[in-house]
């Protein structure tokens, strides 16, 4: 019966040609358009899914009303984390990121080795942030390691860049951009998974307050 479905098929597609190939040119073009459309729009709602709270976090934003438009902001005053968790008792927690520019970083192995490294998708960050989206941490303790101010955790591409074959935690390395020395306090695992905050090295966000008031614009902060 099949053989001759295809045989019918055949001899049909030779005695009508261009009605043939219109068809199945429409029906390949139909399907190609589906699966296209359907990876898509999976590819769309993939982004945060891959942390564990995921159902749970939540983006604020800053809506500004102008006379002529309405603009939509990522970036939110720094105040409106600690603010929402005061207020708001149904907020567990709050985190804050904020982006860096490319950072240079300076490793001394001895006074013969020096090498200088530029890395991108760095962030001030909350110490909660490491909570909130679960870091893997393959080296230190992802429940302390931003405690000190001069400390930076980084990601194990960058920890393997820096010290290949050997242990990063507990290393200090020297940032240019700030003319000092911080401690990896900690290596969390790369992330390949879809979300937009592709974190390379995070710095506490209480070094940026810091930097900010030291400069005379606690108010900016504020």
Same mark, same amino acid.
């Given at each position: 019966? +099949?053989?001759?479905?295809?045989?019918? %098929?055949?001899? &049909?597609?030779?005695?009508? #040609?261009?009605?043939? $190939?219109?068809?199945?040119?429409?029906?390949?073009?139909? !399907?190609?358009?589906?699966?296209? =459309?359907?990876?898509?729009?999976? @590819?769309?709602? /993939?982004?945060?899914?891959?942390?564990? #709270?995921?159902?749970?976090?939540?983006?604020?934003?800053?809506?500004?009303?102008?006379?002529?438009?309405?603009?939509?902001? %990522?970036?939110?005053?720094?105040?409106?984390?600690?603010?929402?968790?005061?207020?708001?008792?149904?907020?567990? /927690?709050?985190?804050? *990121? @904020?982006?860096?520019?490319? +950072?240079?970083?300076?490793? =001394?192995?001895?006074?013969?080795?020096?090498?200088?490294?530029?890395?991108?998708?760095?962030?001030?960050?909350?110490?909660?942030?490491?909570?909130?989206?679960?870091?893997?941490? =393959?080296?230190?303790?992802?429940? &302390? %390691? +931003?405690?000190? +101010?001069?400390?930076?955790? !980084? /990601?194990?591409?960058?920890?393997?860049?820096?010290?290949? &074959?050997?242990?990063?935690?507990?290393?200090? $390395?020297?940032?240019?951009?700030?003319?000092?020395?911080?401690?990896?306090?900690?290596?969390? #695992?790369?992330?390949?998974?879809?979300?937009?905050?592709?974190?390379?090295?995070?710095?506490?966000?209480?070094?940026?307050?810091?930097?900010? *008031?030291?400069?005379?614009?606690?108010?900016?902060?504020?």
């Amino acid at each position: 019966m +099949l053989k001759n479905y295809f045989i019918i %098929a055949f001899r &049909n597609f030779k005695k009508y #040609k261009i009605f043939s $190939i219109l068809n199945i040119f429409g029906l390949a073009l139909g !399907i190609s358009c589906i699966v296209f =459309i359907y990876s898509f729009i999976s @590819y769309e709602l /993939s982004f945060e899914k891959c942390y564990p #709270k995921a159902d749970r976090l939540y983006r604020v934003t800053h809506t500004s009303i102008e006379p002529s438009t309405t603009r939509f902001w %990522a970036p939110t005053a720094p105040r409106v984390g600690p603010s929402l968790k005061e207020y708001m008792p149904e907020v567990e /927690s709050y985190g804050r *990121v @904020y982006q860096i520019n490319a +950072l240079t970083f300076t490793i =001394i192995k001895d006074t013969s080795k020096t090498k200088k490294f530029t890395e991108l998708n760095g962030f001030y960050g909350d110490p909660s942030i490491l909570e909130m989206f679960d870091f893997e941490f =393959i080296a230190g303790d992802s429940n &302390n %390691a +931003l405690a000190e +101010l001069k400390s930076i955790v !980084i /990601s194990e591409s960058m920890a393997e860049k820096f010290y290949p &074959n050997e242990l990063a935690l507990g290393k200090t $390395i020297y940032i240019d951009n700030y003319r000092e020395d911080f401690k990896i306090s900690g290596v969390f #695992k790369d992330n390949n998974e879809n979300t937009h905050i592709k974190m390379n090295f995070l710095i506490p966000m209480e070094l940026l307050r810091k930097y900010i *008031v030291d400069g005379g614009n606690e108010d900016l902060y504020n």
